[in-house]
């Protein structure tokens, strides 16, 4: 496997691996930089199969550093932002050996046995690094143990932490290149063009990455992801196509980017990471009419599935990849796939039933033709005295309102019912609060059922997203009475 990725990427030569910040890089030169790169890991003591952070977003230096650690048969932990907690988290649970910091400065590799002024608390760096130092090795090599193979590298995922610390998620970097290596390369150089919009730490990124590279492909990596820079990049690289969010298409749309620039390159926009509404969907369908629309699904366990959308402006799709199966219970959906993860790290396996199936937290629905459709997430169900509420229904229902820009939808505790139906609101255009939530009242009755009128209307400059592109489903601090 080693030995066909170095093979592809000698035979692609020539053709542009990546653009960084405005500089074309080859497959030839990339590949120099991973030889490179594994030497000076090798001279800062890096030893094959020891467990190593990653820290920073896409960069060359950062994609140079995943496929040396590969080649290496390492253990990989991207983190794109190292803070204290995540970082006492690997600490007590992976035992990473060093830290290799790729920013614009360069590439720093820091041994995490040798305590630094950081880990002595001298900066505001991030403390515990030197917690490693007793038991590293050991640490190291019962991480990779749980690989189940001498001879494979390993990949650490966290998840986002929303409910408290990470779940440390591990997979084999081997079955996820091994997949992306069965596609054939495309003949034509630089045929796939392709925007790094989801990050270098998410499961998603990291597919992104491989399918592109691994068939010869271009990734270009921006530098920040604001619409502004992204859509500017989509003209200038003729961007073919686009992976992203629901939350992150409507940024697009209602900052008026898509006709600021010239998005006209566009072939594929593929959206994941959260359910799609019918209403927003129909909205990004009108603003791209020549555009084909993908529904992604994968999760952080599971990787992420071949698709097929029912068409470009349905939510409906098929899971229609040969290595992944799917159930529904209770109306739940599961999987089971080639590229499951092999446990948690810090948690007990619960996620997974006794034959292995991966409970998603999906609520769907499935029609007589076996295209599925995303109702919601099973934890943002709101219980109002016994009256259940998916976010995602009300949420599509207001979108439908031309005062509406973007809005999220939440349950807040409530002593009467259990739960109250909360919204905060980006309007559009300039409205007072009694306006809007006199618009909303009106705009809903009849539509839906009177549990689903939210109680808490709140007006809001901004709907919060997570760096991994999703709405936030509660807003600190919003303004409420």
């Not at 496997?1 to 497959?27: I, K, N, P, S």
């Not at 006492?88 to 305590?115: F, K, M, N, Y």
């Not at 209307?457 to 807003?475: E, G, P, Q, W, Y």
């Amino acid at each position: 496997m080693r030995d066909e990725l170095v093979r592809r990427f000698e035979d692609f030569g020539t053709r542009t691996a990546l653009f960084d910040r405005g500089t074309a890089v080859t497959y030839a030169e990339l590949l120099k930089r991973i030889r490179d790169t594994r030497e000076r890991l090798a001279l800062h003591g890096v030893k094959p199969r020891e467990t190593v952070v990653v820290h920073g977003d896409y960069s060359t230096d950062s994609v140079a550093t995943l496929f040396a650690l590969f080649l290496d048969r390492n253990v990989v932990v991207p983190v794109v932002t190292l803070t204290d907690t995540t970082l006492d988290t690997l600490t007590e649970h992976c035992r990473p050996s060093h830290l290799v910091g790729t920013t614009e400065a360069g590439v720093e590799i820091r041994d995490l046995a040798q305590p630094t002024a950081a880990s002595t608390g001298q900066s505001g760096g991030a403390g515990p690094a030197q917690a490693a130092a007793p038991d590293a090795a050991e640490g190291a090599g019962s991480v990779h143990a749980r690989l189940g193979d001498p001879g494979a590298a390993g990949l650490v995922l966290l998840s986002s932490g929303s409910t408290g610390a990470p779940k440390v998620i591990l997979h084999s970097l081997d079955v996820l290149v091994g997949e992306k290596l069965q596609k054939r390369p495309r003949r034509r150089p630089n045929a796939l063009n392709i925007l790094m919009v989801l990050m270098f730490d998410h499961i998603g990124g990291i597919n992104s990455l491989l399918s592109t590279l691994l068939v010869g492909g271009t990734a270009v990596l921006p530098r920040h992801r604001t619409p502004d820079e992204i859509c500017a990049l989509i003209e200038r690289h003729r961007i073919l196509v686009l992976p992203t969010s629901p939350t992150y298409l409507n940024l697009i749309m209602v900052g008026g980017y898509h006709r600021t620039y010239d998005l006209s390159s566009l072939r594929l926009i593929t959206y994941g990471t959260e359910p799609m509404s019918d209403e927003l969907l129909d909205r990004v369908h009108r603003t791209f009419p020549g555009v084909r629309l993908l529904q992604t699904f994968g999760t952080s366990e599971t990787g992420i599935a071949t698709t097929t959308s029912e068409s470009s402006s349905s939510t409906y799709f098929k899971i229609s990849d040969a290595g992944v199966e799917y159930r529904i219970v209770d109306g739940e959906l599961q999987l089971r796939s080639r590229t499951q993860f092999l446990g948690y790290l810090n948690y007990d396996d619960d996620s997974l039933t006794e034959d292995r199936w991966f409970r998603t937290g999906d609520l769907v629905e499935e029609a007589a033709d076996g295209y599925l459709r995303i109702k919601g997430r099973a934890k943002e169900v709101i219980n109002v005295g016994g009256e259940k509420l998916l976010p995602l229904e009300l949420e599509s229902v207001l979108m439908g309102s031309p005062l509406v820009e973007d809005c999220v939808v939440y349950g807040r505790p409530n002593a009467i019912t259990g739960q109250a139906v909360c919204v905060d609101i980006k309007p559009s255009g300039e409205l007072t609060r009694a306006a809007l939530r006199k618009h909303v009242t009106e705009f809903l009755a009849g539509r839906v059922e009177p549990f689903k009128v939210p109680s808490k209307i709140n007006v809001v400059d901004t709907i919060a997203m997570s760096d991994r592109l999703k709405k936030l489903r509660s807003r600190p601090g919003a303004d409420e009475e």
